[in-house]
T-cell receptor
């Protein structure tokens, strides 16, 4: 059965900390892996990864994919309160599979 | 560039009723996907429409049906509503199937 698993389920950190969010997958017909940030309603797109070992970076956020070990990590450095959100990992296969998400809370 | 829009924002229905949710895709996008997101869960794929044809369906019963129009906007219809259908319904559009999707703000459906 195809699945996407994220860990940890929730995380509470202080401003300035660095966090690493994990996403592992078992999906037939893997095409890519996507990360989204969901604050209130609509998930907003962060990254799409298709190749192993190539880091994608946007400001304090970065992500990398390992297609051999079937996982991806999302790093957030120097966290801010505005980073508080649910971070979702999604993998298109025969359908679009989402993980349950990691709920990140950044305390001032 | 116009983003993805959904209507209505909130909806309250009674068990057994029928509901139609609407989605306008982002300008230039030809694919619309619908998701159900229960509290504390990730979005669950309902189905996808590509150029007016259903192009993939998740594990949802036939009372969940959809439509895509020539302008690529879309509708999600749910018949015989059940209490468990209460959720946030998200629509996402993309150019092509299974590429980066852009989400609308969602419709919060409550079934009583």
């Amino acid at each position: 059965e195809d699945k996407v698993v994220q860990s940890p389920l929730s995380l509470v950190v202080h401003e300035g900390d660095t966090v690493t969010l994990n996403c592992s997958y078992e999906v037939t017909n893997f095409r890519s892996l996507l990360w989204y940030k969901q604050e209130k309603k609509a998930p907003t797109f962060l990254f799409m990864l298709t190749s192993s070992g190539i880091e994608k970076k946007s400001g304090r956020l970065s992500s990398i994919l390992d297609k051999k070990e079937l996982f991806s990590i999302l790093n957030i450095t120097a966290t801010q309160t505005g980073d508080s959100a649910i971070y979702l990992c999604a993998v298109p296969g025969n359908q679009f599979y989402f993980g349950t998400g990691t709920s990140l809370t950044v305390i001032p | 560039e116009t983003g993805v829009t959904q209507s209505p924002t909130h909806l309250i229905k009674t068990r057994g009723q029928q509901v139609t949710l609407r989605c306008s895709s982002q300008s230039g996008h030809n694919t619309v996907s619908w998701y159900q997101q229960a509290l504390g869960q990730g979005p669950q794929f309902i189905f996808q429409y590509y150029r007016e044809e259903e192009n993939g369906r998740g594990n949802f019963p036939p009372r969940f049906s959809g439509l895509q129009f020539p302008n690529y906007s879309s509708e999600l219809n749910v018949n015989a509503l059940e209490l468990d259908d209460s959720a946030l319904y998200l629509c996402a559009s993309s150019f092509g199937t299974f590429y980066e999707q852009y989400f609308g703000p969602g419709t919060r459906l409550t079934v009583t």
